[in-house]
T-cell receptor, first 112, second 112 residues
């Protein structure tokens, strides 16, 4: 079983739409949670951390449900520039401290 | 402050050959991790170095090896290359283990 499972999509939405991505993780001891964004053929870049209380950064809202081991990302008012692959990431704990476990990514295309 | 730099950016090798990839970590970062990202997949943890010592290894065979130097730069060596080794190799550095990671732009390796 993979550490992090994500729906690969693709998601194709018009500008201005709201889109939600979800992922689940298998290790209940996972310590930290993130969403990364990766543009085509580029390196992943940190989009935002995810906290149990939920957090918002402009048009982006992330949620963590530790009981269900579920992470979500909501993008409101989608822009063309949001087109990218969104990677759900959790970190290890104990002997796997410092490792990032990535989902396979969800591809988003925003069209005009 | 310079970011993480990787070299070369692209590389083509023949099956059975050996390759060395290089990473210069961000200034002040003593922890370096290497990831392999196959097409359509999320990055997979290869190993991590902390202050010149290997500090954790993922599910990769021994023909994947590494080094970290006193200036915290790092090398990834792959022996006896296989076609499945074709991937984007990413280096990430951090101020300390399990702290925020900065990724380099990667080396795209093609094995033919």
């Amino acid at each position: 079983r993979k550490e992090v499972e994500q729906d690969p999509g693709p998601f194709n939405v018009p500008e201005g739409a709201t889109v939600a991505f979800n992922c689940t993780y298998s290790n209940s001891a996972s310590q930290s949670f993130f969403w990364y964004r990766q543009d085509c053929r580029k390196e992943p870049k940190l989009l935002m951390s995810v906290y149990s209380s939920g957090n918002e950064d402009g048009r982006f809202t992330a949620q963590l449900n530790r009981a269900s081991q579920y992470i979500s990302l909501l993008i409101r008012d989608s822009k063309l520039s949001d087109s990218a692959t969104y990677l759900c990431v959790v970190t290890g704990r104990g002997s796997t401290l410092g490792r990032l476990y990535f989902g396979r990514g969800t591809q988003l295309t925003v069209w005009p | 402050e310079t970011g993480v730099t990787q070299s070369p950016t692209h590389l083509i090798k023949t099956r059975g050959q050996q390759v060395t990839l290089r990473c210069s970590s961000q200034s002040g970062h003593n922890t370096v991790s290497w990831y392999q990202q196959a097409l359509g997949q999320g990055p997979q943890f290869i190993f991590q170095y902390y202050r010149e010592e290997e500090n954790g290894r993922g599910n990769f065979p021994p023909r994947f090896s590494g080094l970290q130097f006193p200036n915290y730069s790092s090398e990834l060596n792959v022996n006896a290359l296989e076609l499945d080794d074709s991937a984007l190799y990413l280096c990430a550095s951090s101020l300390k283990v399990n702290y925020g990671y900065t990724f380099g732009s990667g080396t795209r390796l093609t094995v033919v």
